[in-house]
Structures are given as C-alpha cells and as structure tokens.
Nanobody
Framework: QVRLLESGGGLVQAGGSLRLSCAASGNIIRINAMGWYRQAPGKQREWVADITSDGSTLYADSVKGRFTISRDNAKNTVYLQMNSLKPEETAVYYC?????????WGRGTQVTVSS
C-alpha cells in the first residue's frame, strides 16, 4: 500500500504563488509517473501536470509557463510550483502517483485564489 500526503495549499491573492508538495510513503517498489490534478467546485477533475521517472514533464495548456512540476526521487516527493494564480484556479489539488502495482491518489489540498 502506498500513502500520499499533500501539503502546501492555502489562500492566496490573484497573481500570487503557492508550492504544493506530495510525499509518497509505504510499501513502494517503484514510482513511475507522478502528477497533479485539480477539481473546482461543480466541475470535473482535470489534469494539471505530469512528471515521469526520468524527469520529463507535461502540462495542461492552461498552466504552461506558470506552473512547474518537479520531483525528488530520493524522497518520493513531487512538487507543484504555481505562479500567477488566477481566481478560477480555486480548487482541490490532488496528487496522483503511478507506482509499479497501480495508481494512488492523495486526499487533496485546497487552493483558494481570491480576486
């Protein structure tokens, strides 16, 4: 079993920045891709960014140039640096980890961007 713990959410003004973290723990064999998703009130969960085991990154068009995903393999941790945040990006942000035996999701961390 793999457990994920997200942190770093909070309240920020429009144009501000936040850095999210997601630490994986438990019986980890090998972590492949790690990523972030978000779900705004009344909307479906959407993909934000992914990072592979070799460090390749992919971003949703809506966050390109403002968000940066990174990972520390030694700590089994993935980060999401979010800059120039917009009010419409208020959402619960979820971490997803693709481990050798399956996919795991965190419980989410709330990000609120005030206008």
């Amino acid at each position: 079993q793999v457990r994920l713990l997200e942190s770093g959410g909070g309240l920020v003004q429009a144009g501000g920045s936040l850095r999210l973290s997601c630490a994986a723990s438990g019986n980890i064999i090998r972590i492949n891709a790690m990523g972030w998703y978000r779900q705004a009130p009344g909307k479906q969960r959407e993909w934000v960014a992914d990072i592979t085991s070799d460090g390749s990154t992919l971003y949703a068009d809506s966050v390109k140039g403002r968000f940066t995903i990174s990972r520390d393999n030694a700590k089994n941790t993935v980060y999401l640096q979010m800059n120039s945040l917009k009010p419409e990006e208020t959402a619960v942000y979820y971490c997803r980890v693709r481990e050798f035996r399956g996919d795991y999701w965190g419980r989410g961390t709330q990000v609120t961007v005030s206008s």
